[in-house]
């Protein structure tokens, strides 16, 4: 299943764009990965051009906030001097939490493009729907599914290995 985008599509290169970015994410994703946290990463688009990176880095900043997106939307603001992220795309590998959308919508982004979809937490399309709600002062435009089986696989291989390691460590263990 390819990509959903909930306004009009874009140019005709939109998919090759949200590709490339993604991937971008993906390689976010993979460094966190290599350092022990959850493989999601997030980049910030701005002018075609990416102004933030960053993987999650909860597990060791010991900081529940530090998901991808907090992070990515940190460096952004900050790079662009303003809390007002107009005309910023956020690509991310997972679908947002509900923090996450959450503060998405407060910074007033034009776009989210996410890869995998996340039915136990998802707040995207999944399990809420809070950058659609019109009761919210801003409804960035949202593409889902973007390169959605590599994303969901990176995390899927992440949390086999994990198990397969805790298996491992239980059954050599003696009584």
Same mark, same amino acid.
């Given at each position: 299943?390819?990509?959903? *985008?909930?306004?009009?599509?874009?140019?005709?290169?939109?998919?090759?764009?949200?590709?490339? $970015?993604?991937? #971008?994410?993906? +390689? #976010?994703? !993979?460094?966190?990965?290599?350092?022990?946290? !959850? /493989?999601?990463? #997030?980049?910030?688009?701005? @002018?075609?051009? !990416?102004?933030?990176?960053?993987?999650?880095?909860?597990?060791?900043?010991?900081? /529940?906030?530090?998901?991808? @997106?907090?992070?990515?939307?940190? +460096?952004? =603001?900050?790079? &662009?001097?303003?809390?007002?992220? &107009?005309?910023?795309?956020?690509?991310?590998?997972? @679908?947002?939490?509900?923090?996450?959308?959450?503060? &998405?919508?407060?910074?007033?982004?034009?776009?989210?493009? $996410?890869? #995998?979809?996340?039915?136990?937490?998802? =707040?995207?399309?999944? %399990?809420?729907? !809070? &950058?659609?709600?019109?009761?919210?002062?801003?409804?960035?435009?949202? *593409?889902?599914?973007?390169? =959605?089986? +590599? *994303?969901? @696989? %990176?995390?899927?291989? $992440? $949390?086999?290995?994990?198990?397969?390691?805790?298996?491992?460590?239980?059954?050599?263990?003696?009584?």
């Amino acid at each position: 299943m390819g990509p959903k *985008t909930k306004s009009p599509p874009g140019d005709t290169n939109q998919s090759d764009r949200d590709i490339f $970015f993604m991937r #971008a994410a993906m +390689e #976010a994703a !993979i460094e966190a990965r290599d350092k022990g946290d !959850i /493989p999601i990463g #997030a980049v910030m688009v701005h @002018e075609d051009k !990416i102004i933030a990176k960053a993987g999650n880095a909860r597990k060791i900043s010991s900081d /529940p906030t530090a998901h991808a @997106e907090i992070l990515v939307l940190r +460096e952004a =603001a900050e790079k &662009l001097g303003d809390w007002r992220l &107009l005309g910023c795309t956020l690509y991310v590998t997972l @679908e947002p939490c509900t923090m996450c959308a959450g503060a &998405l919508v407060l910074a007033r982004l034009t776009r989210v493009v $996410f890869g #995998a979809s996340d039915p136990k937490a998802g =707040a995207v399309e999944s %399990l809420y729907t !809070i &950058l659609a709600d019109p009761r919210l002062n801003h409804q960035p435009v949202v *593409t889902s599914g973007v390169l =959605a089986d +590599e *994303t969901g @696989e %990176l995390l899927r291989g $992440f $949390f086999r290995a994990r198990r397969t390691k805790k298996a491992e460590k239980y059954s050599n263990t003696s009584d």
